[in-house]
C-alpha cells in the first residue's frame, strides 16, 4: 500500500470523530474543585477498620467524578503526562485504603494528588485561547498519540522491505485499517451507547495493552534472534517466505493492529473534548489535524529512508530495542489500568519516582511485570 494512501484514511478518520458529538464544554476548575470537596469529606471519615468502605467511595471519586464527568480526558489532551500521574496517585490512595492503612499514611498520599489537582485546575485555561490554540492542540493531540503508533508500523514496514517482501506490506496497512475502524467503533461504544466508564473501560484499556507489550516482546525477540543470520542475505529471505506459511506475517500486522488501535479510541476521544470547547471554530481543529497529518507522513519517509540505508545487523538490533522498550513501557501502563480497575493490587514502594514515559510507577506489582520481562 503507497504512503500518500493513508491520508484519506486518516481523514476518514477525522469525519468519524466529527460524526461521533463533541459534547458540552467542561468547566475544568469547577469539576477539580468538587472532586476535592469530596475526597476531603472522604479522608476524614477514614479509619483503618472500615478501609475497605473508603476504597470503594474513594474509587467512585475517580470513576464517576474524575473519569466520568470528563475531567481526565480534558486533562490529558492537554497534558498526558499529568494525566498518568494523578491515575497513579489516585490508585494509590485507593490502594493504601483498601489495606486500612494509618491515617497519616492515606493523608499524606491524599494530599499529594490533592496539590496536583489544585495545580492543574490553576494552569488550565477557563478559555480556548482562540483559533490559533486550537490549532496547535489539535496538532499535538495527533503528533503525539500518533507517533509512538508510526514508530511501531514504519519499523515493521521497513523489516518487511529489507527482507525482500514488500509485497507482504498489504497485512500491515489491513491491519492499520482495522484498528482505525475499531478504535471508531470502541469510542462510540465507550461515550454513547454503553456509556462504558469506570472498572470496565480501565480493564479494557490494561488487557489491549498487556497484550500489546506481549506481541511486541515477541516480535523484538524474533528480530534480535535474526541479527547473526542476517548477514546473509539470501537466508533471511528464504525464512521470511517460510515465516509467511507459518504465521508470523499475522503477527506482524496483529502488532501493527494494537499498536495504532491502543491510541485509536483514546485520541478520538481527545478530539470530542477538543470540539467541545472550540465554540465553533470547528475549522481551526480541523486545520491542526491535517498538520499533524503532514507531519506524521513526513516523518514515515525520513524513518524509511533512514532504516533502509542501515547496515542489516544494526537495523535488526534497532528494531528490536525499539519494539521491545514500547513492550516494556507498555507492561507498566498495562499493569497500572488494572489497579485502577481494581484487578490487581496496588503496593505503594516509597520514595521511587513515578516515570510514565517508560512506563515505570513506583508499585510492587509494576515493577515486578516489568523486571520479569526484563528477565
Not at 58 to 83: C, N, V, W
Not at 226 to 241: C, L, M
Request: with cysteine; charged share 15%.
Amino acid at each position: 500500500m503507497k504512503t500518500w494512501l493513508s491520508v484519506p484514511l486518516c481523514v476518514l478518520w477525522m469525519l468519524c470523530c466529527v460524526s461521533l458529538g463533541w459534547g458540552a464544554e467542561l468547566n475544568v476548575a469547577k469539576e477539580v474543585a468538587e472532586v476535592l470537596r469530596q475526597g476531603d469529606a472522604e479522608i476524614r471519615l477514614y479509619h483503618p477498620v472500615t478501609g475497605r468502605n473508603s476504597g470503594d467511595a474513594l474509587a467512585s471519586l475517580y470513576f464517576d467524578q474524575f473519569e466520568g464527568t470528563g475531567l481526565e480526558t480534558a486533562i490529558g489532551m492537554r497534558d498526558p503526562e499529568r494525566k498518568v500521574r494523578l491515575e497513579s496517585l489516585f490508585s494509590a490512595l485507593i490502594g493504601l485504603a483498601n489495606r486500612g492503612a494509618p491515617p497519616a499514611e492515606l493523608q499524606s498520599a491524599w494530599e499529594a494528588l490533592k496539590a496536583l489537582l489544585q495545580q492543574t485546575a490553576q494552569e488550565y485555561p477557563t478559555e480556548g485561547g482562540g483559533a490559533v490554540a486550537l490549532v496547535l492542540q489539535s496538532f499535538l493531540i495527533l503528533l503525539r498519540e500518533g507517533f509512538e503508533a508510526l514508530l511501531v508500523v514504519t519499523a515493521l514496514a521497513a523489516y518487511l522491505r529489507k527482507m525482500g517482501a514488500a509485497d507482504k506490506l498489504v497485512v500491515l496497512w489491513q491491519g492499520v485499517g482495522w484498528a482505525l475502524l475499531a478504535s471508531v467503533l470502541t469510542a462510540w461504544l465507550l461515550g454513547w451507547v454503553l456509556h462504558l466508564a469506570g472498572p470496565a473501560q480501565e480493564a479494557m484499556e490494561g488487557i489491549t495493552m498487556l497484550v500489546a507489550a506481549g506481541v511486541l516482546f515477541y516480535v523484538s525477540y524474533w528480530l534480535i534472534s535474526k541479527q547473526e543470520t542476517a548477514r546473509w542475505q539470501s537466508y533471511i529471505r528464504d525464512k521470511i517466505q517460510a515465516a509467511v506459511g507459518r504465521g508470523e506475517l499475522f503477527t506482524l500486522g496483529f502488532a501493527a493492529f494494537l499498536a495504532v488501535y491502543r491510541e485509536g479510541a483514546e485520541t478520538i476521544l481527545f478530539y470530542r473534548a477538543l470540539l467541545a470547547q472550540a465554540q465553533g471554530q470547528n475549522e481551526a481543529v480541523a486545520l491542526g489535524f491535517g498538520l499533524a497529518v503532514v507531519a506524521l507522513l513526513a516523518l514515515m519517509w525520513i524513518m524509511r529512508t533512514a532504516a533502509m540505508r542501515l547496515p542489516m545487523g544494526l537495523f535488526f538490533t534497532a528494531t528490536a530495542v525499539l519494539l521491545y522498550f514500547l513492550a516494556l513501557s507498555f507492561t507498566g501502563h498495562g499493569v497500572l489500568e488494572l489497579q485502577e480497575a481494581g484487578w490487581l493490587a496496588n503496593t505503594r514502594i516509597a520514595h521511587l519516582p513515578t516515570i510514565p514515559w517508560i512506563g515505570f510507577f513506583p508499585t510492587r506489582e509494576s515493577v515486578i511485570a516489568q523486571l520479569l520481562l526484563v528477565l
